[in-house]
């Protein structure tokens, strides 16, 4: 048996719309909203997806070889990943 925890398990609230006669169902529309629910959920997503990647062999040297080609390869400035997954990007300094 696995030790490893899943990521939060988000409510579904269907909420169900008909645009120009056809029906659309939105399972996850409580999400549009900036609500301490949502943030929950998303800080948990965060957390639960920097636990698997922490875990990940020689983690940083791969993260180190997919900074240098994204730079190269965008011709734009150098990101390193910020303190939470939602959060803006941070330069990285030459």
């Given at each position: 048996?696995?030790?490893?925890?899943?990521?939060?398990?988000?409510?579904?609230?269907v909420v169900r719309d008909v645009h120009h006669g056809i029906t659309l169902d939105d399972a996850y529309r409580w999400m549009e909203t900036d609500g301490e629910e949502f943030h929950r959920?998303?800080?948990?997503?965060?957390?639960?997806?920097?636990?698997?990647?922490?875990?990940?062999?020689?983690?940083?040297?791969?993260?180190?070889?997919?900074?240098?080609?994204?730079?190269?390869?965008?011709?734009?400035?150098?990101?390193?990943?910020?303190?939470?997954?939602?959060?803006?990007?941070?330069?990285?300094?030459?």
């Amino acid at each position: 048996m696995s030790d490893i925890t899943g990521p939060p398990i988000a409510r579904v609230d269907v909420v169900r719309d008909v645009h120009h006669g056809i029906t659309l169902d939105d399972a996850y529309r409580w999400m549009e909203t900036d609500g301490e629910e949502f943030h929950r959920w998303l800080d948990g997503q965060a957390g639960h997806a920097r636990e698997q990647l922490d875990t990940l062999p020689r983690r940083e040297e791969l993260l180190t070889r997919i900074r240098s080609w994204w730079c190269r390869r965008t011709g734009s400035g150098c990101w390193r990943s910020s303190p939470t997954a939602h959060s803006a990007p941070i330069p990285v300094s030459s």
